[in-house]
C-alpha cells in the first residue's frame, strides 16, 4: 500500500521569522494610523470649539 504525502510541511524558521516581522510591521503602521487618526480627531474637536491653531474669534 502506497502513501501520498499531502505536500504540507512543517514552515521553516527562516518562514516563522519573516512572518513575525511582517506583523511587526503591520502593527506599527496600523498605531501609526491610530495616533494619527486621534490627532486630526482633538484637532476636529479642538478648531469645533474655537480653541485650535487658528482662533476662532467670531464665534
Request: aromatic share 0%.
Amino acid at each position: 500500500m502506497d502513501v501520498s504525502s499531502s505536500g504540507a510541511t512543517a514552515p521553516s524558521s527562516t518562514h516563522i521569522e519573516v512572518m513575525k516581522k511582517a506583523m511587526d510591521t503591520q502593527e506599527q503602521q496600523v498605531l501609526k494610523l491610530l495616533e494619527s487618526s486621534n490627532e486630526q480627531s482633538q484637532k476636529a474637536a479642538a478648531q469645533k470649539n474655537g480653541l485650535g491653531i487658528n482662533l476662532n474669534i467670531t464665534a
